[in-house]
């Protein structure tokens, strides 16, 4: 089956650094790759995703970044505010015949220092 | 409003003692999942269902129970709830369209479960 490896499982940035977030994936069949954010209590949400047929998407401060060739994809959030304090999880997807598959990264707990 | 509700949010109960956590979304989308989340873990699938009547494993099943009986419902059930079973809990609804693919999942708000 799928595996999803994220890294790191923690990060601290000053506000205004960027911060960046990677994952990487081992089944090729995987077609869209969504970013959730979970505030503290709160449920994920989607922040941003991306299609195996696209190589970038940017959407104001975070962009994500796909390599189909070397099975990974990365979150580039800029100009970090407190508010990006959250914890991160990538996620790999397919669907195959009526079958459906979501895997999540274990998640990055990202911290920004005012 | 689009969503998925999910209750109790929090719930302490003994060993032993059989529960229910409920899951509705109101989306109509075939597809159904469990999770539960648990530090340095992430969200681990427990269960999902693609469709009423079809349910199968996630990659944590053991101690737990669902149902699909409706679209709309996909019930946890712990039938002998045990403390390495308190985590927090995550419905979920993932809509598949036809020519676009797989998209997002829509999260309840999630129950915190403590078996004591």
């Known amino acids: 089956g799928e595996n999803v490896e994220q890294h790191p499982s923690t990060l601290s940035v000053q506000e205004g650094d960027s911060a960046v977030i990677k994952c990487t994936y081992s089944?090729?069949?995987?077609?869209?790759f969504p970013w959730y954010k979970q505030e503290l209590g709160k449920r994920p949400q989607l922040i941003i995703d991306?299609?195996?047929?696209?190589g970038e998407k940017k959407d104001q401060r975070i962009a994500v970044t796909l390599n189909k060739t070397a099975k990974h994809f990365s979150l580039h959030i800029t100009e970090t505010q407190p508010e990006d304090s959250a914890v991160y999880f990538c996620a790999a997807s397919k669907h195959s015949g009526g079958y459906q598959k979501v895997t999540f990264g274990i998640g990055t707990k990202l911290q920004v220092i005012p | 409003e689009a969503q998925v509700t999910q209750n109790p949010r929090y719930l302490i109960t003994v060993t032993g003692k059989k529960l229910t956590v409920t899951c509705s979304q109101n989306m109509n989308h075939e597809y159904m999942s469990w999770y539960r989340q648990d530090p340095g873990l992430g969200l681990r699938q427990i269960y999902y269902?693609?469709?009423?009547?079809?349910?199968d494993k996630g990659d944590v099943p053991e101690g737990y129970k669902v149902s699909r009986k409706e679209k709309r419902n996909f019930p946890l059930i712990l039938e002998s709830p045990s403390p390495n079973q308190t985590s927090l809990y995550f419905c979920a609804s993932i809509p598949y369209f036809r020519g676009q693919g797989n998209t997002e999942a829509f999260f309840g708000q999630g129950t915190r479960l403590t078996v004591v």
């Open positions: 089944d090729s069949a995987s077609n869209y």
């Open positions: 991306i299609r195996s047929n696209v």
């Open positions: 269902s693609m469709n009423v009547e079809v349910t």
